[in-house]
């Protein structure tokens, strides 16, 4: 891992750390030490709201702009936003102020997170107050480091204009049953499972533990999983039949979070948190390789985007609401309702050929196959 990409994994990773470490903060500190849950679920509404908005009618742009500048703007935005934020930090809550900085924040992420995921070649690799500054910091380096990736002219020339582009995404990801079907199944399976992780696990580590040192531990050690399913597959081959794996991924990371309610001790929990992570990570990296398989280059930045889009198209709604049903139901059992939803969906992917069989979009949209010259074409059809 060295040169550019090398540098932009490591800036990554000092941002992924600080994200962790805003995640425990802030999360414990409205949820837990606030005891509002519900506003923590408004303000992350919010942020998902825009979040969907910009995916939704600016997906476009991600095709239409070079994919490194995008990337050190939006962290560099991301950063000074989260500065702000911390400003903002105090009780009683300014609700109006925080919400409108969490959802420009959305706005960035939004643009960032299709434009890394379409950049070719990357998928191989205190107090909340604080915690915020830190974690500007670590977008700041971030931003930094995407300097130094190879500048790549736009993926997409044309006319046609903005809304042009923006249709042809969704007909894109309409005509592929795998690609419209598993985004569909994964909303259904983010509204559940990351509500319960965002609002249900605190309170449950608070319950169980007492303090916020259970469930940094559990954050912790989700985060190790992660890394292993990193380190692990880098030393793999790709999978003949990712769809199948990818599907059973998701009935492993059902239980997992499912089993977060029937962990007795700490170290139980943490091995819990193991899977969970290890699972989540193998995830992402089946579904990104996937699209940067199967999707022309000319379109990937569209379809991540409306893959963002559609995958978290209620969970505004579900945020919102979450905190009020984590405060009437039992949070242990919210927990065991989001994995029952995910082996579900996973049941449901792994039952259907339609969903589990990836293809190149080239015969569904008239482009060329999106998959390396060592993969030969029969062997795909043969999945």
Do not use: C, K
């Amino acid at each position: 891992m060295r040169g550019p990409f090398g540098l932009l994994w490591a800036g990554q990773s000092v941002s992924l750390l600080g994200d962790t470490v805003f995640l425990i903060a802030f999360t414990w500190q409205l949820a837990v030490a606030w005891h509002r849950p519900g506003l923590l679920g408004v303000l992350l509404a919010a942020r998902v709201a825009a979040e969907l908005v910009t995916l939704g009618l600016g997906g476009w742009i991600v095709d239409w702009i070079a994919r490194r500048d995008l990337i050190g703007a939006a962290d560099a935005v991301r950063a000074g936003l989260l500065l702000g934020l911390a400003l903002f930090l105090h009780q009683p809550p300014p609700v109006v102020p925080m919400a409108i900085i969490l959802a420009l924040f959305g706005v960035a992420t939004a643009l960032f997170r299709p434009a890394l995921g379409a950049y070719a070649g990357l998928v191989a690799v205190g107090s909340a107050s604080t915690a915020l500054r830190l974690d500007a910091l670590s977008f700041a380096l971030a931003a930094i480091s995407a300097l130094f990736l190879p500048r790549r002219a736009p993926a997409a020339h044309g006319g046609g204009g903005a809304l042009a582009a923006t249709l042809e995404g969704f007909r894109v990801v309409r005509r592929a049953w795998w690609l419209g079907g598993g985004i569909l199944l994964a909303s259904l399976v983010n509204i559940a499972t990351i509500t319960a992780e965002r609002l249900a696990l605190p309170q449950v580590a608070n319950q169980r533990y007492g303090h916020l040192g259970g469930y940094a531990t559990i954050l912790f050690t989700i985060s190790v999983g992660a890394i292993v399913t990193n380190l692990v597959m880098d030393r793999l081959r790709p999978p003949q039949r990712p769809g199948r794996v990818f599907y059973a991924a998701v009935l492993a990371f059902g239980s997992a979070i499912a089993a977060f309610r029937f962990g007795a001790g700490l170290a139980a929990a943490g091995l819990v948190g193991v899977a969970f992570g290890a699972t989540q990570q193998l995830l992402g990296l089946l579904w990104t390789t996937g699209l940067q398989r199967y999707v022309p280059d000319r379109l990937l930045g569209r379809v991540n985007a409306i893959d963002d889009f559609g995958s978290f198209l209620f969970l505004p709604l579900s945020f919102a609401l979450g905190g009020v049903v984590v405060q009437a139901v039992s949070p242990t059992w919210v927990l065991v309702g989001a994995g029952v939803i995910a082996v579900v969906a996973a049941a449901i992917g792994l039952a259907v050929p339609a969903l589990h069989r990836w293809r190149p979009l080239g015969d569904d949209v008239g482009a060329p196959p999106a998959f390396p010259p060592s993969v030969p074409y029969a062997a795909e059809q043969a999945m």
